[in-house]
């Protein structure tokens, strides 16, 4: 690679400020500049070069190691040259959009957003539904087009040239949006009568969406091609539907598995019972051990989240002792806080004649 000597390129002094540096870019990509010079084929190479000394002497990094390989050219490392539309970006954010860019181009059409809620067996197992919901569809009159039948298709703004921008009076003028092409480089000659040129109309729309089993909240579908239609004939946008999973009142969801809290009673804990248990198919039986602790998880095989391959999750229920409420202030009657309190001091009292049914209580005891 030739050895380009960068201040050399920018015209500027080995010891030149920062400050001068750039404003020798700013004045020289000005004039150098490829929008400038349509019809001259080496503009674009001039304009590189200077891009690529100022992206070299802006760096306080790049610029030190310049300045000491300088003198050994032919072991430089350090030009690595842009490219043009590097280049371009480049003075950009430097010196602004001053030449702005031709955008008279079919546009893509929006995308369209739904969010779809569904119940969490329905995202677990997988499901169909049907959407509804109004947007903008393709005028069938125009199919989309916005020119009318017969009418002369759309062309370049004669404001704008197509760049989509108007430029202010002098050098450094600020580019605005074209008023005549609202920005899009392109207007209609003769416009559908019926979509006013927009190629679209607002419309009622319904697809059927397939939620995959296993989908987790938040997941999107995309529909190709169902998005609102494009400008001057281009294509469509998608359609993406995002999943909302309806809070399940007893069910939640963790990884590959389907967990649960299993309330029991006291009795049901110490005698041991068959409980039903919520799953996403419907109820299931979970069997209780005799003496089981509050706070045991228990798995019930394969009723988790299914897998395409391999064995499906489990669905893990942690069984919670619930203890009766007898305070004033709860549903109970009176009658019923009555029974409930003489039971419970039958089961104390036996608890003291029998303190084996209670260890782990009167161990402690006998140790204080």
Same mark, same amino acid.
């Given at each position: ?43 674009? $190479? ?75 067996? $329905? ?9 509804? !919901? ?97 400008? !001057? ?27 649960? $809290? ?59 002792? $619930? ?46």
């Amino acid at each position: 690679m030739a050895f380009q000597d960068h201040y050399a390129v920018l015209g500027v002094k080995p010891d030149a400020s920062p400050e001068e540096i750039k404003r020798a870019y700013r004045r020289l990509a000005m004039e150098t500049h490829p929008d400038r010079h349509p019809d001259d084929p080496a503009a674009e $190479e001039r304009f590189r070069r200077i891009s690529t000394a100022y992206t070299v002497l802006s760096d306080p990094v790049k610029r030190a190691r310049f300045n000491r390989a300088r003198l050994m050219p032919e072991a430089l490392e350090l030009n690595q040259p842009i490219t043009v539309a590097t280049a371009r970006d480049f003075f950009s954010s430097v010196v602004g959009d001053v030449f702005g860019r031709q955008r008279k181009q079919r546009r893509k059409g929006r995308d369209i957003r739904y969010t779809l809620s569904i119940e969490l067996a $329905e995202a677990v197992l997988g499901s169909e539904h049907e959407i509804q !919901f109004e947007a903008n569809g393709v005028c069938t009159t125009c199919k989309g087009g916005g020119t009318k039948p017969d009418g002369r298709p759309a062309e370049g703004c004669p404001i704008c040239k197509g760049r989509g921008q108007v430029k202010g009076e002098g050098i450094l003028g600020r580019w605005t949006t074209c008023g005549r092409c609202h920005g899009m480089g392109m207007v209609q000659v003769d416009p559908c009568g019926d979509c006013r040129g927009s190629g679209a109309r607002r419309e009622k729309r319904a697809f059927r969406v397939s939620v995959p089993m296993g989908t987790e909240s938040g997941a999107e579908r995309i529909v190709k091609g169902q998005g609102e239609p494009g400008r !001057f004939g281009g294509p469509p946008g998608n359609l993406r539907v995002t999943i909302n999973i309806n809070k399940h009142p007893f069910l939640s969801r963790e990884g590959q598995d389907i967990v649960c $809290e299993l309330p029991v009673s006291v009795t049901e804990a110490v005698r041991g019972a068959r409980v039903p248990v919520p799953t996403l198919t419907g109820s299931g039986i979970v069997k209780i051990p005799p003496g089981i602790g509050s706070g045991t998880r228990m798995r019930l095989r394969g009723k988790g989240v299914p897998r395409e391959r391999g064995a499906s999750g489990d669905q893990l229920v942690t069984v919670v002792i $619930e203890v009766p409420r007898v305070a004033k202030n709860s549903a109970l009657s009176q009658q019923g806080r009555d029974a409930i309190n003489e039971a419970l001091s039958q089961l104390e009292r036996a608890c003291e004649e029998h303190p084996q049914a209670l260890p782990k209580r009167d161990a402690q005891r006998r140790s204080s």
